[in-house]
Nanobody, 120 residues
Framework: QVQLVLSGGGLVQAGGSLRLSCAASGRTFSIMGWFRQAPGKEREFVAATSWSGGTTSYADSVKGRFAIVRDNAKNTVDLQMNSLKPEDTALYYC???????????????WGQGTQVTVSS
């Protein structure tokens, strides 16, 4: 059974940092990504990485602040979030795909989501 289990998240003040972790089980995936969804908004792409970690992609809104880190030995992918802003507040999801893409529908497996709240 394929599962993506998230940990991390919580409440942090603006300017602070949080680290999210996603552990995959059941199989390995060539592409792992992070998405987020704020209340009343559509789910949006945050970051993605290839199997080797040599190819990454970031949304413009998080470039220079967030880093996606993959550990294939543990079958995990982390999202290190620095310099957090109130507009980063959202439910964060990890997801898996076979294509390095920003398109939500091309990710076949999803974790349960974890809340990140950034206070001003």
């Amino acid at each position: 059974q394929v599962q993506l289990v998230l940990s991390g998240g919580g409440l942090v003040q603006a300017g602070g940092s949080l680290r999210l972790s996603c552990a995959a089980s059941g199989r390995t995936f060539s592409i792992m990504g992070w998405f987020r969804q704020a209340p009343g908004k559509e789910r949006e792409f945050v970051a993605a990485t290839s199997w080797s970690g040599g190819t990454t992609s970031y949304a413009d809104s998080v470039k220079g602040r967030f880093a996606i880190v993959r550990d294939n030995a543990k079958n995990t992918v982390d999202l290190q979030m620095n310099s957090l802003k109130p507009e980063d507040t959202a439910l964060y999801y990890c997801a898996a795909s076979t294509v390095l893409t920003t398109i939500v529908s091309q990710y076949n497996y999803w974790g349960q989501g974890t809340q990140v709240t950034v206070s001003s």
